[in-house]
């Protein structure tokens, strides 16, 4: 039922122009070259425009996807255009040329599925091959890393660039224009995310670990306001945002604001160099230890030799309570409530690692993992019995070592 209605919501989100603004044809020498629907004689690049390639790109899922290249030689850095709705290449060419040379980058801009000249038939799954074969083109066709990559998403082409964004962790940045959160939030106001819902860039938002430019208009009819706010506020590394005021869904290139902003985002990404991107990105890409495998597969961990009940063997996790019988550490599954009147029974950590007691609402802990659990008559704290630890008497705040009973303690207090 749920990919059914995926599929219904997706032809309702798709509007390829019809028909296409351009058409590809291959020349005397064998390249491909761009000619306007409406005049098939006349280019739309100019004709001696050495800097463009025109491509065909095969996605794994059988498509064949056109995407222009712009190259700029003062650039240091790649742009990766994805389009919104309702456009294609033929449409965005004069913007490409604009963005490649006020912001100094190479430009690489694609069709989705069914847009354009692209065969197939558009889809958020096609959309999600076509950034990644376009992205494979980049790495060995042009030499381009995800170090000097920036993803540009407009409208619904923040699905596909969040969707790879996601997937890289050394990205240089992202730019999200116009973005949505999920496809069914554009149309009506859910708080939660169904599983029928198409492009959930608020679940993958949380995912990128580059800076994020956010750029919205205020008086946007198409997408609201409050969908680019939304990401800004949940990305991990968000950058300044720019919100147009009085900005539409289709118009902030025409904002002097617009390219502005951009282009100080731009030279501040040039200037962030790979060994200081390395160390923000370095402590999320450690391998975790042996010991914290064990935790994750419950399969896999060991179990206790007397009693036959699973054990947990990582370091992290030793605070956990221990077996009723045999006194070793014992799974979450394992763990019973401890005695509300000698604490001397290791406790459930499922609401929190000192559980209160639904009756007397008093802190408790196990005695044998040598944390502080707290009396039940005179709130003080206390050590284990069995262990012999010093407290802190709450009337001389001296420390004292634990007798072996509670009468002693409370006696040597009381002195």
Same mark, same amino acid.
């Given at each position: +039922?749920?990919? +059914? ?226 990401? $800004? ?123 209160? $007691? ?58």
């Amino acid at each position: +039922m749920g990919c +059914m209605v995926s599929q219904l919501a997706a032809k309702f989100a798709f509007f390829p122009p019809s028909p296409p603004t351009y058409q590809i044809k291959k020349r005397d020498d064998g390249k491909l070259t761009v000619v306007s629907s409406s005049s098939p004689s006349m280019p739309i690049p100019l004709a001696d425009d050495n800097s463009l390639d025109v491509l065909l790109i095969d996605t794994k899922r059988g498509n064949k996807i056109v995407a222009f290249y712009l190259r700029n030689p003062c650039a240091r850095l790649t742009l990766l255009y994805s389009h919104g709705n309702a456009a294609d290449l033929g449409q965005l060419y004069d913007l490409f040329v604009q963005l490649k040379v006020n912001l100094r980058v190479n430009l690489m801009g694609y069709d989705y599925s069914g847009y354009g000249a692209s065969t197939g038939k558009p889809s958020e799954s096609n959309t999600y091959a076509d950034i990644e074969a376009v992205y494979q083109c980049l790495e060995t066709e042009y030499g381009v890393s995800q170090e000097d990559l920036i993803l540009y998403g407009q409208s619904v082409g923040s699905g596909p660039t969040l969707h790879l964004a996601a997937k890289l962790p050394r990205l240089r940045g992202v730019v999200l224009h116009s973005a949505i959160l999920s496809g069914l939030r554009v149309v009506c106001h859910v708080k939660f995310t169904f599983c029928f819902d198409i492009y959930k860039n608020i679940n993958k938002i949380k995912k990128v670990k580059c800076p994020v430019l956010v750029i919205h208009g205020t008086e946007d009819d198409v997408v609201n306001w409050l969908h680019g706010n939304g990401l $800004w506020k949940m990305a991990r590394e968000p950058y300044e945002p720019l919100w147009i005021k009085g900005g539409g869904h289709c118009n902030l290139e025409l904002y002097p604001d617009y390219i502005r902003h951009l282009c100080r985002f731009i030279q501040e990404m040039e200037n962030i160099t790979t060994e200081i991107r390395l160390k923000k990105i370095r402590p999320s890409l450690r391998r975790p230890s042996v010991s914290n495998r064990w935790c994750r597969i419950k399969i896999c961990r060991p179990k206790c030799p007397d009693c036959s009940r699973p054990s947990c063997t990582c370091i992290k996790c030793s605070w956990r309570p221990k077996c009723l019988e045999c006194g070793k550490p014992s799974c979450l599954e394992c763990c019973k409530p401890s005695c509300p009147e000698c604490c001397w029974r290791p406790s459930c950590i499922k609401c929190c690692w000192r559980p209160k $007691w639904p009756k007397c609402l008093r802190l408790s802990c196990c005695l044998k993992c040598s944390r502080l659990s707290c009396c039940l008559k005179c709130l003080r704290p206390s050590c284990c019995l069995k262990c012999s630890r010093p407290s802190c008497c709450l009337k001389c705040f001296s420390w004292q070592c634990c007798l072996g009973t509670r009468s002693g303690l409370n006696g040597k207090e009381d002195g």
